[in-house]
């Protein structure tokens, strides 16, 4: 996993085309004049979600990993507590779903906190548990990039 600020998004440019187009997307888009839903960046190559959501507690989140897209989740306002683990250390309880291209899990993992212009890079195996309530419940304005593996 990557954890940084969107003012060093230049850095991770080197990780290939696909990242320097997702990421500069994300750096070049002014949120507050877009809609919530998908946008195609590059097709089903990459593609943006855009999201708008109260944070939920901690016990209603679930921990969820991906087989064939990488996200970039940049928070655009709000903040959030946001689990991340290698998903070997975790159970399944929901197989995976290809056509969602999701997986469900249970298990301890470990949290930061993501604020507002800051973003992670998830890999296919590292499990995630976005959206959750730091202190009290707000809402939330992310976009999530997905870049196909």
Known sequence: M???????????????????????FIVETDFTEVETGRIDIDGDNIFAIV????????????????????DIQYV??????FGFVNFEYLDIIQ????????????G???FLQLHEDEFVI???????????????????????VKVAV
């Open 2 to 24: 990557i954890f940084d600020s969107i003012q060093n998004a230049g850095l991770y440019f080197k990780l290939g085309d696909k990242f320097e187009k997702a990421l500069q």
């Open 51 to 70: 999201q708008e959501y109260k944070t939920k507690e901690p016990e209603d989140g679930k921990w969820e990993a991906h087989r064939n897209y990488i």
């Open 76 to 81: 655009v306002s709000g903040s959030e507590d």
């Open 95 to 106: 197989p995976y779903d290809e056509e969602k291209d999701i997986i469900f899990y249970e």
């Open 108 to 110: 301890d993992g470990d």
């Open 122 to 144: 998830l890999f296919p195996h590292e499990a995630h548990m976005p959206g959750l309530a730091i202190e009290e419940c707000e809402n939330v304005i992310k976009v999530v």
